[in-house]
């Protein structure tokens, strides 16, 4: 059974501050690994996909990497402004999936400081 | 090009009730995904639709059901309601597939179930 772990659950960086959030899965056998947003009482908000073929993704100060022999990925968040605080989850749909079931983890809450 | 679109945002049912709430994805994705958000659960898979099939269900109750129409727009009802229903419910809509492809999430429908 497919489990996705994200440490930690919760991270407070001041302004400025280059960060990682780590994201781990429990079987290699995946599609796809996304990384999402969500702001408070609100929805989720699509940052980064990465099929299981590639090895990294990048979009603005997002990179995304992805070791699927290992089970983890990494979100890396260049110059960290307070507007970036939010919960940030990372899911993947396993391989033998029919019908895009996605395993979310639980989370990281990111709070940056002014 | 618009989101993809949930109604009603926010509605309170007492237990015993039923619910339906509505998902319009965005133009031209033919799948249409729920999932249920609680503060101790997490995201959970609800169940996922493509062009009017239901491909994938999640460990839900038969009190959780849904539909798809012809022109893509989903709805998902839940009977009998109970207090452990109360959740925030997100729909994501995915242009084929959303084994390899990205989802896009709507603001959800927040259930308060009294």
């Known amino acids: 059974k497919q489990e996705v772990t994200q440490i930690p659950a919760a991270l407070s960086v001041p302004e400025g501050e280059n960060l990682v959030l780590n994201c781990s899965f429990t079987d290699s056998a995946i599609y796809n690994l996304q990384w999402f947003r969500q702001d408070p009482g609100k929805g989720l908000t699509s940052l980064l996909l990465?099929?299981?073929?590639?090895r990294e993704q990048t979009s603005g100060r997002l990179n995304a990497s992805l070791d699927k022999s290992s089970g983890r990925s990494t979100l890396y968040i260049a110059a960290s402004q307070p507007g970036d605080s939010a919960t940030y989850l990372c899911a993947v749909i396993p391989l033998y999936n029919q019908g895009g079931k996605l395993i979310f983890g639980q989370g990281t809450e990111l709070s940056v400081k002014p | 090009k618009a989101g993809v679109t949930q109604t009603p945002r926010y509605l309170i049912k007492t237990r015993g009730q039923q619910v339906t709430l509505s998902c319009s994805p965005i133009?031209?994705?033919?799948?249409v995904s729920w999932y249920q958000q609680t503060p101790g659960q997490g995201l959970q898979f609800l169940f996922e639709?493509?062009?009017?099939?239901?491909?994938n269900k999640g460990n839900f109750p038969g009190r959780f059901s849904g539909r798809q129409f012809s022109n893509s727009r989903s709805e998902m009802n839940v009977s009998t309601l109970e207090l452990g229903d109360s959740a925030l419910y997100l729909c994501?809509?995915?242009?084929?597939?959303?084994?390899?492809?990205?989802?896009?999430f709507g603001e959800g429908s927040r259930l308060t179930v009294l």
């Open positions: 639709y493509f062009s009017e099939t239901q491909r």
């Open positions: 990465i099929q299981s073929s590639q």
């Open positions: 133009s031209g994705h033919r799948s």
């Open positions: 994501a809509s995915s242009l084929v597939t959303p084994n390899t492809g990205e989802l896009f």
